[in-house]
């Protein structure tokens, strides 16, 4: 099973874009048998999926994100990332990383990470 | 608003049996996608507990249960024991959004 860790700063300005990276071990994120998905929480609330790429390059985005929105994978580092342009404070929310073997199958999650959008 | 609607806390004294409920709708639960439940402490991965409704992975406890009926599901945990104290959360498919629909979690405290 493939581990996951997210990573990228912990702070962003408002109207700025938001990089987040998800390094896989474990696994390649080469096999074609795994989507690479973003899910966020905003602070006290449940969770939210923001999209996913999978290894045929293929992707699908909330579409309530879909304009703000790139998930990319880097095949030669074994990660894949999230852009999220034009934040504001309500992006605000800790981001996890996480994969899964079928389009309906359970998720392989990261531990997650905090961003905040401030000035 | 969650898609997927949890209680937002239940509690139970060790040894006894709590129940946590999952409703959804004819999008998601109710279209015949398959739940799933995750155990979830703060600063941690989230970790599976029951998939695909009803099935337990390796390594898990009997103690935990789900089950799926209509529009709602179900997680049952038996022999509470003070390390069950976390946040529970399930997880479909909504036909909807074409992604992944979430509860808002549930907060189990062991009396």
């Known amino acids: 099973q493939v581990q996951l860790q997210e990573s990228g700063p912990g702070l962003v300005k408002p109207l700025q874009t938001l990089s987040l990276t998800c390094t896989v071990s474990?696994?390649?994120?080469?096999?074609?048998?795994?989507?690479w998905i973003w899910v966020r929480q905003h602070p006290g609330e449940g969770l939210e999926w923001i999209g996913y790429?999978?290894?045929?390059?293929?992707?699908s985005y909330n579409p309530s994100l879909k304009s703000r929105i790139t998930i990319s994978v880097d095949t030669s580092r074994n990660q894949f990332s999230l852009r999220l342009s034009s934040v504001t404070a309500a992006d605000t929310a800790v981001y996890y990383c996480?994969?899964?073997?079928?389009?309906?199958?359970?998720?392989?999650w990261g531990q997650g990470t905090l961003v905040t959008v401030s000035s | 608003q969650p898609v997927l609607t949890q209680p937002p806390s239940v509690s139970g004294a060790p040894g006894q049996r709590v129940t946590i409920s999952c409703t959804g709708s004819?999008?998601?639960?109710?279209?015949?996608?398959?739940v799933h439940w995750y155990q979830h402490l703060p600063g941690r991965a989230p970790k599976l507990l029951i998939s695909?409704?009803?099935n337990r992975p390796s390594g898990v406890p009997d103690r935990f249960s789900g089950s799926k009926s209509g529009t709602s599901a179900s997680l049952a945990i038996t022999g509470l024991r003070a390390e069950d104290e976390a946040n529970y959360f399930c997880?479909?498919?909504?036909?909807?959004?074409?992604?992944?629909?979430f509860g808002g979690g549930t907060k189990l405290t062991v009396l």
């Open positions: 996480a994969s899964t073997s079928g389009y309906y199958s359970p998720y392989s």
């Open positions: 474990g696994g390649s994120i080469s096999s074609g048998i795994y989507y």
């Open positions: 790429i999978h290894h045929s390059g293929s992707t």
């Open positions: 004819s999008f998601n639960i109710g279209a015949g996608y398959d």
């Open positions: 695909d409704n009803s």
């Open positions: 997880h479909s498919y909504d036909s909807s959004l074409s992604g992944s629909v």
